[in-house]
């Protein structure tokens, strides 16, 4: 048992040195979260302004160069990553708030709920979640909003199955059993002894669920179900392909939005998947199975 | 004192996983001021009656009044005061705190649970005078430790101050000392053997029928979910009635038997939960069953008081009933001669006669 536990221990201690993905993934959000807050200082116009002419190439002035109205990408970009991110952010925490509560109750009390819960969530699993916030924007408008409480409403079910898996280990522990012969309250043990060891998991989840909240934000974007009052990284892309970006040459216009996406959904997938496995050191395989990374053993440890 | 109710009273409780009958109609009552241990092996029930008895289990019938009122019925308010007077205190010390949980913390949790005081410096002093009282040396230097830095004897012994806290009438004790080192278990009984003395009804389950001899006021042995033999610890000992005693006591290593003469053993696997024999539950594997046993399942009878201080011996074994025709404490060996024509090893530790 000791020796579990020394290797636990190291196998902890090798995972606290940063690796150089985690430190790029942190600057590369830090980036553009102080982007996203500097936008009305740096860009006090907002997006949209005409600041020159359509598809000026980048110059010094505009690093980027100009889009189809002749406003700064890099006006847009920053404006666009406030959308994005707030999208990313909002629906992200409600898809954690969401299968959290519904992982850590079915998990922790088990039984009949168990099961209701576990069906509920293998309904929205199986809906395929593009066709159904189509018909949903086509019904309840294309407010910013909608989009968000979509995505959530969505994206909830993964995270409650991992989420309610951890839960079921932690009721088993002594401490939480205890806690009951005590006489604490359902609620107390649940608060004070299983969330704490699914908090972990939820920091993980939130990551994971950020980066696919704001590329399933840029999809309805794409496909011209979205607020057009605003500029996201999405509606950046949407606007290139329609406002003839590519016959224009014009790829100054095109990549930064979608370098844009694809680094941050790059980020919180890196940072997600290290806190995931920090956080839980006998995991062989992620729960995204894209990769199975080795436990190393107290022999190769010792060397 | 004795027209108040028992402590804990155990009564008729049956615990079932399924079709296993864990827990089979036992009984077993503990005044304040005594330590009773519940003695048997693996699977006899023992931890399954010490959980139902501290209402993490939902026994299928029977009922476990503490100070008089029953567990098992209570709901809502009266459960959680009930909770309160009956602490457990389980086997593994290390799993049993929570490890995000500071001593202080841990120890101050059943306070918090039952709502003792809003006032942090009250609950401060309570938890350091439980601390205290369960040997922590210096209780305010561990108050912001946490249990990875401490040892196993520390941390059973936070787990017992944590159950003391709120000054409980009942602790049942899950095989408090088996996790711990054998030079820290002397101390962990003695502090046990201390609270006992206080006052507090201790029940306390333990396969080591040493430790049961010298810290008991009361020994219960188990089998296959049934009390078989129970009885003050000098008198189960030194002439257990019960063949399944016999065996346990058996198969206590002596220093004294030489290296060459085997161990003795009992033969077989205790019965399938699931599928009890009709008759004695210990019969398949006796070596001293009658024809009878087959068939009878026998209940706890009273034995005749060998000693003059009147200590109640109750005895579950066909040979044992009053009026059956060898109640002489030899009588299970020579039966053993006679029927078997093997001298039985079991009762080896019976007397100078043997």
Redesign the interface.
Known sequence: MSALAESARSTRRTARRPTPGLVFSIAVLSLFTAGALLAPALFPAGSGAQVGDPYAFPSSSHVLGLDDAGSDVVAELLWGARVSLLVGVLAGVMTVVLGGIAGLVSGYFGGWFETLLMRTTDFFLVIPVLPVMIVVAALYGTRLVNTIVIIGLLSWPGTARVVRSQAKTVRQRLYVRRARAMGASHGRTLIQHVLPQVVPLLGASTALAIGHAIFFEAALRFLGLADRSTTSWGQMIADSFERGAITAEAWWVLLPPGLAIGLVLLSTTVIGRQLEQRTNPRLSVSHLGLRSFRRPTPVQEAQ | MSEESPALVIDHLDVRYGARRAVDDVSITVRGGELVAVVGESGCGKSSTAMAA???LKPAAGSVRVTGTDLVSARGRG??EL??SI??I?Q?PY????P??TVEDVVA??LL??RVTTSAAKRRALVVGALERAGVPAAEGYLGRYPHQLSGGQLQRIAIA?AIVLEPRVLIADEPVSMLDVSLRAGVLKLFADLRDSGIAILMITHDLVTAAQYADRVVVMYAGRVVEEGRPDVVLSSPRHPYTQALLAAVPDPERSRSSPRPELPGEPPDLAALPPGCRFQPRCPVSLDECALVDPELHAQPSISPTHAIHLVACVRAFPGADDVPTRAPEAAAVQSRGAPSELSSHDGPAS
């Open positions: 501290v209402g993490l459960r959680r909770l309160r602490q457990l389980c593994d799993e049993a705190l929570d995000r949980f949790e059943p649970v039952h944590s």
